[in-house]
């Protein structure tokens, strides 16, 4: 009998600012309203931003499970991730970012596999960099998240992260356009972008789901696709997340 484990997805961008940490949030929201248990493994280690954006208070972080298995003191994994909610737990990034110079690329497919046998989904909130960590991270996920927005600058990174993985001959990615993040700057159409960039957009966020006043909800540490009000009052943009979600754990077929 086959042990089911996590499926793995790691979000990253091509540049900072493109709205990819609550992306994360957002899909995590949507996994824990279909009973999923969720990970959300805080990989952009200098910028600690997932357990900010939650409000969380927290004592173990990913410095301390990596210094404790270096020192065989590790027992659960549960021991060092943090409750947000039934079904979204939290693996803090480092609290003090001095610490982020010490996490070691070698100890991820260990806490990787761990994670795998206690979780249904585990998503992976990466830097937009491409470090030891992220590369090794990549390596161990089913599928790799890229969000963009309209941004020149962002469209000409994506191009060459594009042509990067076709010269490998990999396809294990999906370009997520998030209309939202800047309504005044979306002046290029999804055909300019496919042609600028080389590749499909596979999904969008709408800019209907642009939220004016954000900041409230990141100030309460909340998760907006598990806001009734949210949920109510951009029914569209919720079902483009859905949509997303639901492609993902798609099983593939052979």
């Not at 309203?33 to 990913?62: C, E, R």
């Not at 972008?193 to 209907?208: F, L, M, Q, S």
């Amino acid at each position: 009998m086959a042990i089911k484990k996590a499926k793995i997805f790691a979000v990253t961008s091509v540049k900072g600012g493109t709205g990819k940490t609550t992306t994360v949030l957002n899909l995590a929201g949507i996994f824990s309203l279909q009973k999923k248990k969720v990970l959300i493994f805080d990989l952009d280690l200098y910028g600690s931003a997932v357990a900010a954006s939650l409000n969380l208070k927290y004592k173990n972080d990913l410095f301390k499970l990596i210094d404790d298995l270096q020192n065989t003191r590790f027992d659960y994994i549960e021991n060092y991730v943090t409750k947000y909610n039934d079904f979204i737990d939290v693996l803090p990034a480092p609290k003090d970012p001095r610490n982020a110079n010490h996490i070691n690329s070698k100890f991820l497919h260990i806490i990787l596999s761990k994670a795998s046998m206690k979780y249904d989904i585990i998503l992976l909130d990466t830097n937009y960099f491409l470090s030891e960590i992220n590369l090794v991270a990549f390596d161990q996920c089913d599928e790799i998240l890229y969000v963009i927005t309209n941004d020149p600058i962002d469209l000409k990174n994506m191009k060459s992260m594009v042509a990067i993985y076709k010269n490998m001959k990999n396809n294990n990615y999906k370009i997520i356009l998030n209309e939202a993040k800047d309504i005044q700057r979306n002046y290029f159409s999804k055909y300019d972008i496919k042609n600028i960039i080389k590749d499909n957009v596979d999904y969008t966020i709408p800019n209907n789901f642009y939220i004016k006043n954000i900041d409230k909800y990141v100030l309460d540490g909340e998760i907006l696709t598990l806001n009734p009000k949210v949920r109510s009052s951009r029914k569209k943009s919720i079902k483009n997340l859905e949509l997303i979600a639901n492609n993902l754990i798609k099983e593939k077929k052979n």
